[in-house]
Each structure stands twice: as C-alpha cells, then as structure tokens.
C-alpha cells in the first residue's frame, strides 16, 4: 500500500501531478529525495508491499511519470495489469537503490521514458539504461520524429513494420504532400514521388494504401452555425464533408467562426472533445477578408451577424495565423443547421 510516514515528503489530496517517485527503504528514500530536487512537484510515496497499491491506478491515468526505487521484478509485477498501449501508458523508470541505474521499462519513446532516464542519470550521476533498438543502434525512431513534426500517426499499428524495417537497414520509403528540407530528411528515409510507391505517407489527404499514414495538422475548418446547434450535428457534417472531399479527420487542428459564436455551446464541446483549437473573429474581420478574396455573400448571414460570410473567411483568417501560405480547398457546404468552409495552412517539414 501507500502510506505518508515521512514528514514533510509526501503529499496528499486529488492534484494531479508530473511524477511519483515510490521507494521501500531509508535508502530509497533519501535517493528519492535527491530526485525530488531536480523535479519539484514529483510526489513521493512509499511502498509497503508489491501487490497492494490503491493509489497506483489513478496514478496511472493522471500522472505522466513513474519512478521506481525497488528491484524491477516487483514493479513488472505491480504494473502488469495496468498496461493498455504505448500511446497512454505513462513513462515507468526503475532505479536501483544506489542510484547506479536508471532503467527506462516502459513507454520509451513516446511516453518520454528513454529521455526521463538520461535526465535522471545525469542528476544522479548513474547511468541510463535504454533498450529500444533505435536507440541503441542510434537510429531515427520514427514515431518521435512525426510527433517532433506534429504529425498524428493514423495507424501506430503499421509503427513496428516500419521501425523493423529501420533497425534491420531496410530502406523506408516516404511519400509527403509536404515539402522536406534537406537537412531535416532522417537517413532513414527515401523521399518517392508517389504514394503507390511509398512505406510512409505524410499528406492531409485521404489514400487506399497499406502504407503507416502520418497526417500533418494543417486543415481549418470555418464553421457558421445556427444558435443552438448540438455538437453531434456539428461533428457529422464535419465528418461527411471532410469524407465526401478525401480529408483526414487527424489533419483538422482549428476550428474558426465569427465572435457572436464564442457561447455557442454545441460548437465549443465540438472543439473540447476533439482537442482542436477555437479561433473566433469579428464581423469587421470576416468582411474585410470576404472582400479581398471575393468570396461569396449571404444577405441572410448579414442580417443576422453583420457579416457577409462566416465560414470562408473565418477558415482563411484561422489559417493564415498558422501559416504565410494558405488557400481555401473547400468552399461552403451548408448541411442543416452547420455551414463549412475547410482551409490549408501550408508548411515545411
């Protein structure tokens, strides 16, 4: 179980917190502390017996990072139930209890365990542990690198044929909407000029393929809407719309609309749900940019918002905060109660 007998070093309550660093020893706890010095709101707590953790399921879902000071067999056996994927299963570090090992043991690319191992040994002055075969053969691991880029991974199950591929000297090959800076191309990878002929695919746009899809977070959707529009009717002409014109769901990162729409609850839980961010603009705002591009009107939209268009403009404004190139890919489709416009923000990997 987990119990507070050290003065001072624990603390209790619901917060949510970055680390827990668990100990069984004097030992262990005095290394913890020197832990808990380099990051300060990791909370310390003891184990009294493998097996008896009721604190250790929530731990899981809300804290990024755990720290274990015990023999590693103890923590398999603690954290085996728990496990779910690499994609949510936080970074798990086992370190003996002279500090001589920082063991990375799970999540250790993109739970950040490989990277919390070096951090902590170079604080204690240990040595870090890393298994991954990338890493130990100093190859690119692609699923860090997409999420350096912003790139979603679509298919993470396609992850292991391609990082087989890598650390067996295979060639990878890429197809990308998106242009390459040299400098930035891993050695890893051959860049190819069709996606027929690719491993990899980094584009916004929708594939028959067997290939691992990476999807840039480059789209903006303008969305105009009646008041009271529910989220789930929102989410559906979105979704129809992005399916109808061969757009990833994954590739959308903004949602626009104009000011009037900042209470708009159906539109604002949209957004929550799906982590998009929410950009909202004035009706000075929408025309200027509707008039300079010439985009269409709707004297029903003026009547009701002082706007002559929402969607199109809105779309292009969120947009061009993202990127110096952008253009309208979509123009409005109105579906019910839901107008939608769709932007691309252009950019270089």
Not at 278 to 304: C, G, P, Q, W, Y
Request: hydrophobic share 45%; glycine share 6%.
């Amino acid at each position: 179980m987990v119990t507070g007998n050290k003065a001072g070093a624990e603390r209790s309550g619901p917060q949510i917190i970055s680390a827990a660093i668990f100990y069984i020893t004097d030992k262990g706890y005095e290394l913890a502390r020197r832990i808990q010095a380099v990051y300060p709101d990791a909370r310390i707590m003891k184990f009294t017996s493998a097996g008896a953790v009721p604190e250790l399921p929530l731990l899981w879902k809300e804290c990024k990072n755990l720290i274990f000071i015990m023999a590693a067999g103890i923590v398999v056996r603690s954290i085996a139930s728990l496990l779910k994927n690499k994609r949510t299963d936080p970074a798990v570090i086992v370190l003996d209890e002279n500090g001589e090992f920082a063991i990375s043991l799970l999540s250790g690319h993109i739970g950040g365990a490989n990277a919390l191992a070096h951090q902590i040994a170079d604080c204690l002055g240990a040595r870090a542990v890393i298994t991954t075969a990338s890493d130990v053969q100093g190859k690119v691991s692609l699923d860090l690198w997409a999420e350096g880029k912003n790139l979603f991974v679509e298919n993470p199950g396609k992850l292991k044929v391609i990082s087989a591929k890598i650390v067996n000297d295979r060639t990878v090959r890429v197809f990308s909407e998106l242009a390459f800076r040299p400098e930035t191309v891993p050695a890893e990878l051959t860049i190819v000029e069709a996606p027929e002929k690719a491993d990899v695919i980094i584009s916004s746009r929708l594939f028959e393929s067997r290939a691992l899809f990476l999807r840039p977070r480059n789209l903006i959707a303008g969305i105009g809407c009646n008041r009271g529009t529910r989220k789930e009717e929102i989410a559906s002409v979105v979704a129809e719309i992005m399916q109808n014109e061969k757009l990833s769901p994954h590739s959308l990162k903004i949602i626009a609309s104009i000011d009037l729409k900042r209470d708009e609850t159906g539109l604002l839980e949209y957004a929550r749900e799906n982590t998009l961010d929410i950009d909202f603009f004035s009706a000075k705002e929408l025309n200027h940019v509707s008039s300079n591009n010439k985009l269409s009107r709707s004297e029903t939209v003026m009547t009701a918002t002082g706007a002559v268009a929402v969607a199109e403009p809105a779309a292009l404004l969120a947009a061009r905060t993202a990127s110096d190139d952008y253009s309208l890919i979509v123009t409005k489709q109105k579906r019910g109660n839901v107008t939608l416009a769709i932007a691309k923000a252009v950019f270089i990997l």
